[in-house]
């Protein structure tokens, strides 16, 4: 955590010295073209991967075709050990990396504590999953104009524009992995929920009444 901490000072005095030998307005326009960069590379994340997250399968592995078994019983259990493989396990660990990606995006782009940013994040992607189930188009929307709408809100705060305060936060860094802890059952939580209603409205044949008024 220390070793971060001289990192984030360290990065503040080479900025300072490096933009000490400019002009003023030399550095301003540097200062500007940052901040530019920053915006881009976040909405280039944004708008790669808010699909990816607003699909309710997202990988799309269909791990079941592995499965060779002829026995019934056998069958039955290698589909829901594959299922529990593909949807439990390996699903909520992608979601969690884009929700770690997302936030630590968040960190340098805002002012807000990390506690507070781990709470937004964790509320979008957990209603971006929860929409996914009932219509991908809206957990698309969702996906891509909440953060977004973020950014927008962030650009708007005179103190986006310090550079200084964004090298500042990257303090904040070990406090996200001391807290992402608590997200991340929190994801894997509420995956295993969607997915057993999901397995329940299946089995009622729930979804596909839905899926033939949409189409109607």
Excluded: C
Aim: no cysteine; net charge neutral.
């Amino acid at each position: 955590m220390e070793g971060v901490l001289k990192i984030g000072t360290q990065l503040i005095e080479i900025y300072k010295d490096l933009f000490a030998t400019f002009s003023p307005s030399v550095a301003t326009f540097l200062n500007f073209m940052i901040l530019v960069l920053m915006v881009v590379i976040y909405s280039i994340f944004i708008w790669k991967f808010y699909r990816f997250v607003a699909k309710k399968n997202i990988l799309g592995l269909d791990l079941n075709k592995y499965n060779k078994s002829n026995h019934p019983l056998l069958t039955k259990f290698f589909a829901g050990l594959l299922y529990l493989l593909e949807y439990i396990i390996i699903l909520p660990f992608f979601i969690f990396i884009w929700f770690s990606v997302f936030t630590l995006f968040l960190v340098f782009l805002t002012e807000l504590e990390i506690q507070t940013l781990l709470i937004i994040s964790a509320t979008i992607i957990a209603a971006i999953r929860m929409t996914s189930y009932y219509k991908e188009n809206l957990s698309k929307d969702l996906a891509k104009l909440l953060p977004l709408t973020l950014l927008a809100v962030s650009i708007i705060n005179p103190g986006f524009f310090d550079v200084e305060r964004i090298l500042s936060n990257f303090s904040q860094i070990p406090q996200f992995f001391s807290n992402i802890t608590y997200y991340l059952i929190f994801i894997f939580l509420i995956e295993i929920i969607l997915r057993l209603f999901d397995f329940i409205f299946s089995l009622f044949g729930i979804e596909e009444k839905n899926m033939e008024e949409e189409t109607q």
